[in-house]
């Protein structure tokens, strides 16, 4: 079991070797594009659930 568990150790660390990390510029790329797309989709979701919410209003108050 312990001879099992150390072979698996030492595959992730040689696959870890292996992984193609981003350079910091394409991180922060990265990050600025997830934020921005982020802001974007909860701006929409905001305006959606408010047109929603007046619309439903409206429907209430005529009954």
Known sequence: ??????QYLRET???MKRVSWPS???LK???I?????????????????KILDLGIKQ?????
Do not use: K, P
């Not at 079991?1 to 150390?6: D, L």
């Not at 594009?33 to 659930?49: E, N, P, S």
């Not at 429907?59 to 009954?63: P, T």
């Open 1 to 6: 079991m312990v001879a099992r568990f150390v």
């Open 33 to 49: 594009v997830v934020m921005v797309t982020v802001l974007v989709i909860t701006i929409f979701l905001f305006a959606v659930d």
């Open 59 to 63: 429907i209430i108050s005529l009954a």
């Open 13 to 15: 660390v040689q696959e």
């Open 24 to 26: 910091m510029a394409e």
């Open 29 to 31: 790329e990265s990050t």
